[in-house]
């Protein structure tokens, strides 16, 4: 994105992403948040650990491989998987996220998005998956049995989530302008 600062750590309103998903992250039912760092974002680890969060350092191999890293290395079981560029994730959503996983009964969920949700806030949907013959686009969260991460794809449920706020994952510059924007509109409007 050109910044100065490490992704994780560009400000939108008076915070980072990062401390903006970890707030969100402590009001939950979650027991154990662990930030996956790689050796390329220390600035991003040490804002964790800031902020009373444990850290894993990962490889650095790619968003999929580092999170499997990061599974097997702490022996983990349902683990709830959030990008740190998801600004507007809130406690409510994410105990939606949780409870839809535990009574799909499978071992995996995604949550998705209608592409046209993206249009709708001016941004673009870098990646799209087909489900039952409709595109959907990833939000950037999800829910993995980690007993089961070594056994190739794993049959999961898609959450569906119809919010345009949650799905603004800031990967480019005008996703960043974007959230600053719905920030600073939520700011004046007592939000959040």
Do not use: C, W
């Amino acid at each position: 994105m050109g910044a100065k600062v490490e992704k994780p750590l560009l400000e939108v309103s008076d915070k980072s992403m990062l401390q903006l998903v970890i707030e969100a992250l402590k009001q939950t039912s979650v027991n154990r948040i662990v930030v996956a760092s790689t050796p390329n974002t220390p600035a991003t680890s040490n804002e964790a650990r800031g902020m009373g969060v444990e850290v894993l350092i990962t490889p650095g191999a790619g968003f999929e491989e580092d999170m499997r890293f990061a599974i097997r290395q702490l022996s983990l079981g349902d683990v709830l998987v959030v990008s740190a560029d998801l600004p507007f994730i809130t406690a409510d959503i994410v105990e939606q996220v949780v409870q839809e996983y535990y009574s799909s009964g499978k071992p995996a969920l995604a949550v998705m998005a209608k592409p046209e949700l993206y249009e709708a806030i001016g941004s673009k949907p870098q990646y799209l998956f087909k489900v039952d013959g409709q595109d959907f686009v990833p939000v950037g969260i999800n829910m993995v049995d980690g007993r089961h991460i070594d056994q190739g794809e794993l049959d999961q449920t898609i959450f569906v989530i119809d919010s345009r706020d949650i799905i603004l994952n800031v990967n480019t510059v005008t996703e960043l302008n974007l959230a600053r924007k719905r920030a600073s509109d939520m700011g004046e409007n007592g939000a959040r």
